[in-house]
């Protein structure tokens, strides 16, 4: 197991630079009960899931990855069963790993990401297309319990508390979600391709915009920040920040990128 720092400089590093050869996956770190994957997009992209094992022994994702067999995922979670996905949004490079759920799995989305994974609507995004040339297809996959997510709605998974965020711009439907063990204190935040981790330190939204408008994706990330600070200090305190493609940060780091200035929020 190595250090949280030690993982943050490593993912970093695969950032910045992109170009290297990868391994096709790679086991980044274990943080008490959250795995972390990643997966090399051609060899370049670093693509980030998160696995998190509940108390009974099932696995609740965060995004299943660019992986259509889920090497990477089966190989961390051996023969549990993976019983939800929460899904940011619906990118190829974050649902090609549905293609390894089970019948009655459950998957988080927005409804109009929804309709992309059940394979009712092709995604607007320009990589759905791109991807189509590499991967099979993992549209349609039969029996999965398709759960659509709106603004503010919680939802529980064995023990894994989630709670849904609306972050519309990347995609139409890409959305934050707040994840914890309800026997914990600390929430971890996933923002997707809604906001990454830049060299500068900086979070800002997934530079492939798609379907996305670029003040929509500004604005809503916003208001997430402040809707997270207005429900209380226990959950922005100490709260780590997980992206699709980057390095972790910190919600300081992410409100100061976006302008929230979490002195005046909270007094
Ligand atoms: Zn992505």
């Known amino acids: 197991m190595s250090g949280y720092a030690e993982t943050v400089g490593s993912l970093r590093e695969q950032f910045i630079d992109p170009f290297r050869p990868k391994p096709p996956v790679e086991r980044v770190f274990d943080n008490g009960s959250i795995s972390v994957i990643s997966h090399y997009l051609l060899g370049k992209l670093t ?7 509940t108390n009974d022994n099932n696995i609740v994702l965060i995004d299943s990855g660019v992986d259509s067999e889920g090497v ?3 190989a961390i979670i051996g023969d549990k069963t993976i019983k939800a996905v929460a899904n940011t949004h619906s990118d190829k490079d974050h649902i090609n790993g549905h293609a390894i759920l089970t019948p ?4 988080y989305a927005h409804q109009n990401e929804l309709d992309v994974i059940s394979g009712n609507r092709r995604s607007d995004g320009l990589l759905q297309a791109a991807y189509n040339f590499f991967t099979k297809s993992t549209n349609t996959i039969d029996g999965l319990n398709l759960i659509p997510t709106y603004d503010g709605m919680e939802d529980r998974v064995d023990d ?3 709670r849904f965020f609306n972050a519309e711009g990347h995609t139409t439907g890409s959305q934050v979600i707040l994840a914890k063990k309800a026997q914990d204190e600390k929430y ?3 923002t997707g391709d809604a906001a990454i981790l830049y060299r500068d330190g900086v979070f800002r939204a997934a530079p492939w915009f798609l ?8 604005t809503n990330m916003s208001e997430v920040i402040r809707k ?4 209380g200090h226990r959950i922005a305190d100490g709260l780590a920040v997980h992206t699709g493609h980057s390095a972790s940060g910190t919600f300081e780091q992410l409100a100061n990128s976006y302008g929230v200035s979490l002195d005046k929020e909270l007094h």
């Open 188 to 190: 971890h935040l996933y």
């Open 104 to 107: 009655g799995a459950a998957v």
């Open 72 to 74: 990477g995922i089966k």
């Open 211 to 218: 379907d996305h408008k670029h003040k929509v994706a500004q």
């Open 160 to 162: 894994i508390d989630l």
């Open 47 to 53: 693509v980030v899931s998160y696995i998190l094992e």
């Open 228 to 231: 997270i600070l207005r429900s």
